[in-house]
Structures are given as C-alpha cells and as structure tokens.
C-alpha cells in the first residue's frame, strides 16, 4: 500500500490550496481517508477525514478546508482556503478500513494503517 501525496507549496494569508493523496494497493472505494498536520514543535493533530461520502473536521479547520474523494482516481483530496499563518504545518495524508470502528475513531492516527510522506504547507503573512 502506497500513498503519495502532493500539492503543498509556500503561500500568503487568505490564500487557497489544493492538496491530494493518491493511494495504490488497495481497494479504495473500501477505504477511509483522512488528512493530519503536524506544525513545528507540536504534536500531529487531525485535520479532516472521509468514509464513503460523510465527511469529518477539526473546529479549527471546519467552513475552511473541504476534504473529497473520487474513487475512479484513487485520490483524495483537501480544498484549503482562506489559510492562516497557524495552517502552517507538514499534511499527511492516511487510509484505513472502513469500518464500523473507524467512524468512532477517524481523529485518531490509529484509526489508519497507510501513511503519505507528508507534504509542507507554509502560509506567511
């Protein structure tokens, strides 16, 4: 299983950004997919995440960042707009079963078995 994601970039306050993770080696319409960040300094946290359709965010995020997913490419995706200097961060993306379990779970890393390298997002002012 294998997970590349890409799309982070250096940017200003306000702007927008398009993240996506494809993934290979496993039946992704049968797989959850969520997004975590990690800044500098600080713990990774979850940022959004996806089971069939319902989708799932943090607060801080939340009416910002939009999280899709489209089965024929394999790939997941996070709309950013309207970034803050505190969006900074590396976005890693994760897939795991869809489960039962998952849908109590999805804020937490192990609630995923396939990680993304990471990609870097800097917003400056």
């Known amino acids: 299983v294998q997970l590349q994601a890409s799309g982070g970039g250096l940017v200003q306050a306000g702007d927008s950004l398009r993240l996506s993770c494809v993934t290979s080696g496993r039946i992704f319409s049968a797989t959850a997919m969520g997004w975590f960040r990690r800044a500098p300094g600080k713990d990774r946290e979850f940022v959004a995440a996806i089971g069939r359709s319902r989708t799932y965010y943090a607060d801080s995020v939340k009416g910002r960042f939009t999280i899709s997913r489209d089965n024929a490419k394999n790939t997941a995706f996070l709309q950013m707009n309207s970034l803050k200097l505190e969006d900074t961060a590396v976005y890693s993306c994760?897939?795991?079963?869809?489960?039962?379990?998952?849908?109590?779970?999805?804020?937490?890393?192990?609630?995923?078995?396939?990680w993304g390298q990471g990609t870097q997002v800097t917003v400056s002012s």
């Open positions: 994760a897939a795991g079963p869809r489960t039962s379990d998952w849908f109590s779970y999805y804020r937490h890393s192990s609630a995923y078995d396939s």
